[in-house]
């Protein structure tokens, strides 16, 4: 449980799922260097590898839930569409009925878990009903996902830069693995994200950038050839052109 005023400062990630369920609450929870409102009947969604701080006020009440990788896992396959898209929009606003199930299923969670042995069979059953109650409340709040569904080759491409970005940044790779030409992925993307595609992949670059700036202690050198930069001045430059900041400027900020 999570009650009153909580304060974490310096953003930090997990290599575990975590979803809060806020039954009251006020604040700001900054979740990838973007600042959300927290308020009554809200799930937050913190994916492994995510950077997050928050602000929680005095009146926060909320449970959590936190699931480990190889449970994680098992859990998203629950999930209609892949959890990279869910990550775009990280905090829904529940129904009274949706947050009156989950928080039933968030209690009963906790109540298997003090019963030893444990029965994880039950405890992975609970985990799987509150990825469907996730994910049917998803689709009704967020009309973006309903282009992943109607254009399931974008999906495919999201999927695709999420576990390729460090060592494929053309769209020309991409859209041979989709089997389309690089001119048709970048109309598909422009039609129906607006915008082209390479923005998704350099987009996808520089929020992994920021994460290891903000929340590890790797020098900035080190960090270029993670990403897949043969030197530090080419990733510097790649940096600042988006963020208008030096990678090093932008760890200061801290």
Same mark, same amino acid.
């Given at each position: 449980?999570?009650?009153?005023?909580? /304060?974490?400062?310096?953003?930090?990630?997990?290599? !575990?799922?975590?979803? +809060?369920?806020?039954?009251?609450?006020?604040?700001?929870?900054?979740?990838?260097?973007? =600042?959300?409102?927290?308020?009554?009947n809200?799930?937050?969604?913190? !994916?492994?590898? %995510? &950077?997050? #701080?928050?602000?929680?006020?005095?009146?926060?009440?909320?449970?959590? +839930?936190?699931?480990?990788?190889?449970?994680?896992?098992?859990?998203?396959? #629950?999930?209609?569409? $892949?959890?990279? /898209?869910?990550?775009? %929009?990280?905090?829904? =606003?529940?129904? $009274?009925?949706t947050?009156?199930?989950?928080?039933?299923?968030?209690?009963?969670? =906790?109540?298997?878990?003090?019963?030893?042995?444990?029965?994880?069979?039950?405890?992975?059953?609970?985990?799987?009903?509150?990825? %469907?109650? &996730?994910?049917? *409340?998803?689709?009704?709040?967020?009309? @973006?996902? *309903?282009? !992943?569904?109607? &254009?399931?080759?974008?999906?495919?491409f999201? %999927?695709m830069?999420?576990?390729?970005?460090?060592?494929?940044?053309?769209?020309? !790779?991409y859209?041979? =693995?989709?089997?389309?030409?690089?001119? @048709? /992925?970048?109309? /598909?993307?422009?039609?129906?994200?607006?915008?082209?595609?390479?923005?998704?992949?350099? #987009?996808?670059i520089?929020?992994?950038?920021?994460?290891?700036?903000?929340?590890?202690?790797?020098? &900035?050198?080190?960090?270029?050839?993670?990403?897949?930069?043969?030197?530090?001045?080419?990733?510097?430059?790649?940096?600042? #052109?988006? $963020?208008?900041?030096?990678?090093?400027?932008?760890? *200061?900020? +801290?």
């Amino acid at each position: 449980m999570i009650e009153g005023k909580q /304060l974490i400062e310096k953003p930090h990630k997990h290599d !575990f799922f975590m979803l +809060l369920l806020f039954e009251k609450g006020s604040g700001t929870h900054t979740i990838d260097f973007k =600042q959300y409102d927290v308020g009554d009947n809200q799930l937050h969604l913190l !994916f492994p590898g %995510q &950077v997050h #701080s928050w602000v929680l006020g005095e009146d926060t009440i909320a449970c959590q +839930l936190m699931i480990d990788r190889p449970v994680f896992d098992k859990f998203t396959s #629950s999930l209609e569409l $892949t959890f990279v /898209l869910y990550q775009l %929009q990280p905090v829904l =606003q529940l129904s $009274t009925s949706t947050f009156t199930k989950l928080q039933y299923e968030f209690k009963a969670i =906790q109540a298997e878990l003090g019963i030893m042995p444990v029965h994880w069979d039950i405890v992975n059953l609970r985990n799987r009903l509150i990825a %469907q109650l &996730v994910s049917r *409340e998803a689709e009704n709040r967020h009309d @973006y996902l *309903e282009v !992943f569904r109607t &254009v399931p080759m974008l999906m495919r491409f999201y %999927q695709m830069v999420d576990v390729n970005y460090k060592a494929q940044k053309t769209v020309a !790779f991409y859209a041979d =693995q989709l089997h389309i030409s690089a001119n @048709y /992925l970048n109309i /598909l993307c422009k039609r129906h994200l607006q915008v082209p595609a390479l923005f998704l992949i350099h #987009s996808r670059i520089v929020l992994e950038a920021k994460r290891l700036l903000h929340a590890s202690e790797l020098p &900035v050198k080190e960090i270029t050839f993670d990403l897949g930069f043969s030197d530090l001045a080419h990733f510097s430059n790649f940096f600042k #052109s988006k $963020t208008g900041v030096s990678p090093r400027s932008f760890r *200061e900020q +801290l």
